[in-house]
């Protein structure tokens, strides 16, 4: 697995966390796996994709296993709690994955997510025309630092021309859940936003694509994974293999190591230390995928 990771421009990062690159290469001759390795089925590499606020994704020899959709263009994928396998026609895939902050989708092409929660369309199936140009963007060149700088051009062009106050207020809710570990409740996240809490379910659904319920639950798993992550580097270095799951899955506001064990499972399909196990050594940056 090869992974490439640029940034946005400074401009655009409040909406847009990153561009993944990846490519995966083998054939189903050559890729033999074991019988009893779930990444792979009747001979196909399976790929899979953590559950995340939106996204846009462009593959090549993909097919996504959310509604058995072949990928061979832009596609667009609404917020999703369980992990989506992205599964090769014939052991090899490459593409780009654009990972948007919360609401920042929403924000820059003004797509209503709570619309699109759980699925996965094409850009024709949508039938936006800038998402059809974005297609073409990725069609037409091949060289990752190429098509990131034109998806910042793309994206610049949809810059709000004032300021987006409801995407303000979702940014200052968001952070307010990760000040309290996601132990705040709607009423109290209404009261940050300055909005009735009808009116605040209803904007946030809008933005960000999911109730504010779900939304702690994936907020606290992205923030978990991150933090094994960094955990996990960080003993690299020093030559500790140990690591103290007990103690950051609490300090993310899990009860313990059966409660996260238990998301971890219905969200990324792996125990916590599982998923350490095969996200470290094998990808660059497995908040977005794990091989």
């Known amino acids: 697995m090869q992974f490439e990771i640029i940034q946005p421009i400074e401009a655009l990062r409040p909406y847009i966390t990153r561009y993944v690159f990846v490519r995966a290469d083998g054939s189903t001759d050559t890729m033999r796996p074991p019988e009893d390795d779930p990444h792979f089925v009747n001979g196909k590499h399976v790929q899979t994709l953590l559950p995340n606020y939106g996204s846009l994704i462009f ?29 090769t026609l014939n052991g090899w895939f490459e593409g780009m994955l654009l990972d948007f902050e919360p609401g920042g989708m929403h924000a820059l092409l003004g797509i209503e997510l709570q619309q699109l929660e759980g699925q996965v369309l094409t850009a024709k199936e949508y039938g936006d025309v800038g998402l059809m140009t974005l297609d073409g963007i990725f069609k037409q060149n ?25 995407y303000t207020r979702m940014k200052k809710v968001i952070a307010a859940c990760d000040a309290a570990k996601g132990n705040i409740s709607a009423a109290d996240m209404a009261s940050v936003a300055c909005l009735g809490e009808r009116q605040f379910l209803r904007v ?86 794990f091989a």
């Open 142 to 166: 091949e060289k990752a630092e190429e098509i990131a700088g034109l998806m910042d051009a793309f994206f610049l062009g949809h810059l709000p021309h004032k300021e987006d106050m409801n």
């Open 204 to 289: 946030f659904k809008q933005y960000v694509g999911m109730a504010p319920k779900a939304f702690i639950r994936l907020r606290r798993f992205h923030k978990t994974i991150q933090d094994l992550r960094v955990t996990g580097e960080r003993l690299r270095v020093t030559g500790d293999g140990k690591i103290d799951l007990m103690g950051i899955v609490l300090e993310h506001g899990y009860y313990d190591l059966s409660h996260a064990a238990l998301e971890f499972q219905q969200m990324g399909c792996v125990s916590p230390s599982h998923f350490r196990m095969l996200g470290i050594p094998l990808s660059e940056d497995f908040s977005v995928f």
């Open 59 to 87: 593959m090549r020899n993909v097919k996504v296993d959310m509604n058995g959709t072949e990928s061979d263009g832009l596609t667009l994928l609404g917020a999703y709690q369980k992990a989506i396998g992205l599964t």
